[in-house]
């Protein structure tokens, strides 16, 4: 099994879409991490600060960077337990070649509130 995580800065919503602006740099990574979860033997997390704080204290790893660099190291993008990047997120070149998992255009998202509009 290949474990993708991305931790990110304290977000109101992944999506990308729930702020004054759009932000394209998100709906992207919300759609590959869809879209690599549908594929066998791959599970793609995405953690945010605000709302999953246990998950960036528990991981050593990413724990070091934000002492090494503060918030500037946010995004922390994790391959089984290694950082491999920080500080932006991955290209969908660098999760291909992360994952070995050949991506496709993603499907665009619902929306951070699973589509019900009440962001």
Do not use: H, W
Not at 1 to 10: G, N, S, V, Y
Not at 41 to 47: C, F, L, Q, V
Not at 59 to 84: F, H, M, Q, S, Y
Request: aromatic share 6%.
């Amino acid at each position: 099994m290949i474990k993708l995580e991305l931790f990110e800065r304290a977000l109101c919503c992944s999506t990308g879409v729930c702020g004054p602006s759009v932000d394209e740099n998100l709906l992207r990574i919300t759609g590959v991490f869809e879209s690599l979860n549908q594929v066998d033997k791959m599970e793609a997390i995405r953690y945010n600060l605000s709302s999953t704080p246990k998950a960036f204290a528990e991981n050593p790893a990413v724990l070091k960077e934000l002492k090494e660099k503060g918030k500037e190291a946010l995004p922390v993008t994790v391959l089984d337990g290694k950082v491999v990047k920080t500080g932006a997120y991955p290209t969908n070149e660098e999760i291909q070649q992360f994952t070995g998992v050949i991506l496709v255009e993603p499907k665009s998202s619902t929306g951070c509130c699973g589509g019900n509009g009440g962001c």
